[in-house]
């Protein structure tokens, strides 16, 4: 099955890795493309979104990966978050993450209804103890949750997977990567659904669709590998 991941840093925010070097540990652990996702905000926006454009297209450039410009609006005040997105998707952004309110930080209280609001995002990422009112917004604006595989963010993965499928919306999991060892595989990517409560139907199901979803809600055509039936 093909391997999605939509949110991973480098160093053009606060990764510890060129996009080149994630790039190419995508390309190992058999992912279908790569999303550079790195952080943006209000004073960041405008320099990073084209830096990021332009490392997609030179990954592109050096080896057979299709590549996706994005990024994870993170730390931007509730009432500037639609801004901050529509800002990065004028500017060549193509996905839109917003850092949502983990417990792994300090959490902005009204951060994930903003995102869930804003119909420029695609995935609102590690919510913390999202409420049902915030997931049944995600779910109406076509949002996808995001399970986390990276540390103090995943705290709430169980949480969060249940206040998914109580309301109907997508789940994606992502790594947010920030070094190229954080990068999902297969089997890790699996693992943490699992550890998420999830059971195996719904694993399988999240797997094969909520990448399809995520693109084609944003019509982006990338050269993939079949999709399992
Ligand atoms: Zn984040
Ligand atoms: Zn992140």
């Keep these: 099955m093909a391997l999605f991941d939509f ?29 550079c996702s790195d ?3 209000e004073t960041t926006v405008d320099r990073r979104v084209p830096e990021i454009v332009d490392a997609c297209m030179k990954v592109s450039r050096e080896m057979e990966l299709p590549t996706v410009p994005a990024v994870e609006v993170t730390r931007v005040p509730p009432e500037r978050v639609a801004w901050v997105a529509a800002r990065a998707r004028s500017l060549g952004a193509r996905l839109v993450v917003v850092h949502g309110e983990t417990l792994g930080d300090f959490p902005q209280p009204g951060l994930n209804l903003a995102a869930a609001r804003c119909r420029d995002v695609d995935i609102l990422g590690h919510p913390g103890l999202i409420t049902e009112e915030a997931a049944e917004t995600a779910r109406i604006n076509g949002i996808h949750l995001e399970i986390s595989a990276a540390g103090l963010h995943g705290l709430t993965n169980g949480h969060v997977a249940k206040m998914a499928l109580l309301v109907g919306a997508g789940l994606v999991l992502d790594s947010d990567a920030h070094r190229p060892e954080a990068l999902l595989t297969t089997t890790r990517a699996r693992q943490v659904l699992e550890g998420s409560g999830l059971d195996l139907e719904e694993v399988g199901r999240i797997s094969a669709n909520s990448p399809f979803e995520i693109l084609a809600r944003r019509g982006i055509e990338l050269p993939l590998p079949a999709k399992p039936s």
Aim: charged share 20%; glycine share 6%; proline share 3%.
């Design 7 to 35: 949110h991973t840093h480098t160093t053009i925010s606060d990764g510890h890795a060129a996009p080149l070097e994630m790039a190419r540990r995508c390309l190992e652990n058999g992912y279908a493309a790569y999303v």
């Design 39 to 41: 952080h943006v905000d």
